[in-house]
């Protein structure tokens, strides 16, 4: 089993930055992407950035120019940084990673607990 734990949200004034954490722990071969989503009230969950574990990386255009993600292979870690933060960036975002548990493993889909970001104008 594989567990995700993030840390980093709060509250913050619109044109802030926050820092959003997400370590990887259990028994597994390897992780190939991870990614942060989010989730506003009342709207589906949104993909926000991708990082693969060759370093290709995937933004929403609504963040581009705005949010960094990273990754620290050696410890299974992802990393957001947000910058200028708006109102709209508002709401619980998540962490997600495709784990393979072998080396011939297919991947298999984990998600954190969410952390909630809230931006206020």
């Known amino acids: 089993q594989v567990q995700l734990v993030e840390s980093g949200g709060g509250l913050v004034q619109a044109g802030g930055s926050l820092r959003l954490s997400c370590a990887a722990s259990?028994?597994?071969?390897?992780?190939?992407?991870m990614a942060w989503y989010r989730q506003a009230p009342g709207m589906q969950r949104e993909l926000v950035a991708r990082?693969?574990?060759?370093?290709?990386?995937d933004y929403a255009d609504s963040v581009n120019g705005r949010f960094t993600i990273s990754r620290d292979n050696a410890k299974n870690t992802v990393y957001l940084q947000m910058n200028s933060l708006q109102p709209e960036d508002t709401g619980v975002y998540y962490c997600?990673?495709?784990?393979?548990?072998?080396?011939?493993?297919?991947?298999?889909?984990?998600w954190g607990q969410g952390a909630q970001v809230t931006v206020f104008s």
């Open positions: 997600n990673a495709d784990v393979l548990h072998y080396y011939w493993d297919s991947g298999t889909m984990y």
């Open positions: 259990g028994s597994f071969h390897a992780i190939n992407a």
């Open positions: 990082i693969f574990q060759g370093g290709s990386i």
